[in-house]
């Protein structure tokens, strides 16, 4: 009998307090998603190693994406130096923060611990677990995404004014940092026209001053894209994938199959949920309008992008989708479960801490290559350190020195890049388009290290071009010697080097082809 009750006593009782549930969970996030890609990986994602050589330039745009994830990468490499946990510490960061935003949103909506929940239960979701160490564009969004959810409530559900402008600046980073965050201002603009008891917004000083300081903040881009032939806007219609699909393919197969790719990655939040709360059912028989606002934000984009998909026939990425469901946890809460009891809170909690841990030990086994052969493998697990070494003693067979310019496709130049002390430029392809800071004079005034994968089966290719090769076009970027000496004079060719994969599974090394241009100037 005394032990019945002692245990219907713990059950009335949470295991852990809101402060402190948050602060763990922070915390125990950080340390997974930076200790464990550096455990596993041998090298930065493919992604991200083209953003790292990106920040050496400080350009206002790229040929392929906005410039806010490459400056913010540089500026941390010069405070803390270019290392792989600062990539992944910067990466954590901004997920940590974008869950603080979620919090402070939820506790509009709900009491401290719910409000906690629709935070703790995120890192279920693939999106916001082994995705975050590949440090890119979707992932910057997710920052300035949130923070317009949180303030675009506060400026148009609660009226503070104070909070328009940095919902204007908020629109604007996200701008800088992937176009995807336009999506945000078409949501706000439906609920405030459907709602009459927001159309005041249409004509608010405030919300007009908004739209000013983030045409303001993303200026400096928007004019890059409109001097540099709409290049990232391009890039997103290459990666698009309109294509020669039949008709049902592109318009009903490919959107079917995105929704249901998004509702694959979602469905173990709902596992969590039915696991710790049970089932659930509809609280609210009738919406108010903080109620639409919320099912906006975590349902619109998705919609949304289906829609565009149906219409024009563009293909759609799993990873586009990341900022999208941030809220969808909170939505769920606040609409289909009642306030949990301490027993109900402790189930979940133990849900999600299991699910987390299948997370985190499925990134092990796939970037490790155990679970699965997939592509990811070549990227991951990469002789980096080797490829670097090969780079160095190449160009130190002409020059002392540190190595001024890489040329070669965005992989393998990135990555001698960044493994390089010196961290040389980058001249993509020796193509002025995808390298607009360097020219073919600059190349043959300081000299460069060419590097090229003597495969030429362009298994790297994807890092840069979206579309399948045309018919004639050739498969990797590599013209050849007699082409580069046409460009930029004598090329002294090296031995080709043996680049061998490391790691619990077997993969073919890769064939390293190695050629110096000799600067016209004295070695530096």
Avoid at 65 to 92: C, K, N, Q, R
Avoid at 309 to 317: E, I
Avoid at 454 to 481: C, K, M, S, V
Wanted: net charge neutral.
């Amino acid at each position: 009998m005394g032990l019945s009750l002692d245990i219907a006593k713990s059950e009335r009782k949470l295991v852990i307090g809101v402060k402190a549930l948050l602060t763990l969970s922070f915390c125990l996030y950080a340390l997974t998603w930076v200790c464990l890609p550096l455990a596993v990986n041998t090298t930065l994602n493919r992604d991200t190693i083209q953003i790292v050589y990106w920040g050496l330039e400080w350009q206002p745009g790229f040929f392929k994406h906005p410039p806010l994830i490459s400056w913010m990468t540089e500026i941390a490499f010069a405070l803390f130096g270019a290392s792989d946990a600062v990539v992944y510490g910067l990466s954590v960061m901004v997920m940590t923060g974008s869950f603080a935003c979620i919090y402070l949103l939820a506790r509009r909506y709900e009491p401290p611990m719910t409000a906690a929940l629709a935070v703790v239960a995120l890192p279920v979701l693939g999106y916001y677990s082994y995705i975050v160490p590949h440090f890119n564009h979707n992932i910057i969004l997710n920052l300035p995404w949130c923070a317009a959810i949180l303030l675009a409530h506060l400026a148009i559900e609660e009226r503070r004014n104070w909070a328009w402008p940095l919902l204007g600046i908020a629109l604007g980073a996200g701008i800088l940092a992937k176009y995807t965050i336009l999506i945000l201002p078409l949501l706000l603009l439906i609920h405030v026209v459907v709602t009459p008891g927001h159309r005041w917004v249409l004509r608010s000083p405030g919300a007009w001053g908004a739209v000013g300081l983030c045409l303001l903040v993303a200026g400096p881009h928007i004019h890059w894209v409109l001097t540099h032939n709409l290049g990232p806007l391009r890039y997103l219609s290459s990666g698009a994938g309109l294509s020669d699909e039949s008709f049902l393919d592109r318009h009903l197969i490919n959107p079917a199959v995105a929704l249901l790719t998004m509702a694959g990655m979602c469905g173990s939040l709902m596992i969590a949920l039915v696991g710790g709360l049970g089932l659930p059912r509809l609280q609210r028989r009738r919406l108010c309008s903080r109620d639409r606002f919320l099912l906006l934000m975590s349902l619109g984009p998705a919609v949304i992008v289906v829609i565009l998909s149906a219409v024009t026939g563009g293909g759609l990425r799993v990873e586009w989708a990341s900022s999208f469901f941030l809220p969808l946890p909170l939505l769920l809460l606040h609409l289909f479960y009642p306030s949990p009891t301490p027993w109900r809170i402790n189930r979940l909690l133990a849900w999600t801490s299991g699910l987390t841990v299948a997370m985190a030990v499925t990134y092990v086994l796939i970037f490790t290559g155990i679970i699965a052969d997939m592509d990811e493998g070549k990227w991951s697990r990469f002789p980096a350190k080797p490829l670097a070494a090969a780079a160095a003693a190449g160009w130190s067979q002409v020059c002392d020195g540190p190595v001024p310019v890489i040329i070669g496709e965005a992989w393998l130049g990135g990555t001698a890049s960044y493994r390089l002390h010196e961290r040389p430029r980058v001249y993509s392809e020796a193509d002025p388009k995808m390298a607009p800071w360097l020219s073919d004079e600059d190349i043959r005034r300081t000299g460069a290290l060419v590097l090229w994968d003597q495969a030429l089966d362009g298994r790297y290719r994807d890092i840069d071009h979206q579309d399948a090769p045309r018919p004639g076009e050739p498969l990797d970027w590599f013209p050849g010697i007699p082409a580069l000496e046409q460009r930029f004079g004598p090329v002294i060719v090296l031995p080709d080097v043996t680049l061998d994969y490391s790691g619990p599974v077997h993969q073919e090394p890769v064939r390293l082809g190695r050629a110096v241009i000799p600067p016209s100037h004295p070695c530096r």
